[in-house]
Nanobody, 115 residues
Framework: QVQLVESGGGLVQAGGSLRLSCAASGSGFSANAMAWYRQAPGKQREFVAHITSGGGTNYAESVKGRFTISRDNAKNTVYLQMNSLKPEDTAVYYC?????????WGQGTQVTVSS
């Protein structure tokens, strides 16, 4: 069982930055791939970024060059550094953990970007 708690969301002006954190409980964090997704009002949840247990990353085209996913295995935490934020980045951001054949979601954190 993995429990995930996101934090770091908030209100920011366009062009600003935020760093989201996702703290994981349970064993085996370093072996788990992790990801960030987001869901805007009235839209489906969409992929944002992914990081493997070895640190390999990939990103949605819409955030490439602006967002960076990273992890600190000593702290059981994955981060999403978001720079050059745009109003269209407004959404609830969710952390996802891949553990063997299962996956787990956090409760989400709201990010609002004003124009």
């Amino acid at each position: 069982q993995v429990q995930l708690v996101e934090s770091g969301g908030g209100l920011v002006q366009a062009g600003g930055s935020l760093r989201l954190s996702c703290a994981a409980s349970g064993s085996g964090f370093s072996a788990n791939a992790m990801a960030w997704y987001r869901q805007a009002p009235g839209k489906q949840r969409e992929f944002v970024a992914h990081i493997t247990s070895g640190g390999g990353t990939n990103y949605a085209e819409s955030v490439k060059g602006r967002f960076t996913i990273s992890r600190d295995n000593a702290k059981n935490t994955v981060y999403l550094q978001m720079n050059s934020l745009k109003p269209e980045d407004t959404a609830v951001y969710y952390c996802k953990a891949y553990a063997a054949v299962n996956y787990y979601w956090g409760q989400g954190t709201q990010v609002t970007v004003s124009s």
